[in-house]
């Protein structure tokens, strides 16, 4: 599947792409993004399938997602790079890494393991599809409606940025039932060929406040991945990028060069 992108700079050193997490999409990296070209490089920002303006699929196994990421990263003439992905963006650059090392240069992981989580976002992707997608339906009101079962305003103003209102009908921009119903398989651990290994330089980059990435994770990282570096963002919980901009920039220049 060819993902639509966000395409920034024009360096001539090695391309950088840039993966979402659940629920987001490329612009979510635009500070970041922005950033990075500033200084020389060509930064790639892709809209993984069933996000932004990427096309829907009723499947979404990391297998799948990362040769959707090989495709279009061949298309537009942009391998070998250096790949970054947050969360489940995150599982996807690693299995694009474990499956693909041809393509990825570097490999950043931020703030997410190569583990099963607890459905954490089972209640969201429930809230939305419960959501009265009527005919004059505000963003106030739809916020409102999403409060019961995403507290943190945050959270829900990061899941609006999917919703379209105006025209005959608001509707969610991105595959919600399809997420929806993938949501077991995204929360897995990626399922792996076996020995697989990145003998690339990696940096596994957690949030201070969060605790996605543990120490216990620490030993599976090193087998996947011989040459792996761990680092934190002071401050930030998991939306490191968003949360600690300057912090997460200052950690992926140094490790980038």
Do not use: C
């Amino acid at each position: 599947m060819r993902l639509n992108l966000i395409e920034m700079g024009t360096g001539a050193g090695q391309p950088l792409v840039l993966l979402h997490g659940l629920f987001g999409q490329a612009s979510n990296f635009g500070a970041v993004q922005k950033a990075l070209a500033a200084v020389g490089r060509r930064v790639l920002a892709l809209d993984l399938r069933n996000h932004g303006a990427s096309p829907h699929a009723s499947s979404m196994s990391y297998a799948e997602m990362a040769g959707d990421v090989a495709e279009t990263l061949e298309a537009a003439d942009a391998v070998p790079a250096d790949v970054l992905g947050h969360s489940m963006g995150g599982k996807v650059a690693m299995v694009l890494a474990l499956t693909r090392p041809d393509l990825v240069s570097r490999l950043v992981v931020a703030d997410i393991a190569p583990v099963a989580y607890p459905p954490a976002f089972r209640p969201y992707a429930e809230a939305m599809l419960a959501l009265d997608l009527r005919p004059g339906l505000t963003r106030r009101e739809a916020d409102a409606a999403l409060a019961g079962a995403v507290p943190s305003a945050g959270v829900r103003g990061f899941l609006l940025q999917n919703l379209q209102l105006g025209g005959e009908r608001p509707s969610w921009r991105n595959g919600l039932a399809e997420i929806a119903a993938a949501l077991p398989e995204i929360e897995a651990a990626p399922a792996l060929p076996a020995g697989a290994r990145f003998e690339g330089p990696t940096l596994a980059l957690a949030g201070e406040k969060s605790h996605y990435i543990r120490d216990e994770h620490r030993p599976l990282f090193r087998a996947l991945f011989p040459a792996v570096r761990f680092g934190k963002v002071k401050g930030a919980g998991h939306w490191l990028h968003a949360e600690q901009p300057e912090g997460f920039l200052a950690a992926v220049g140094a490790f980038l060069g």
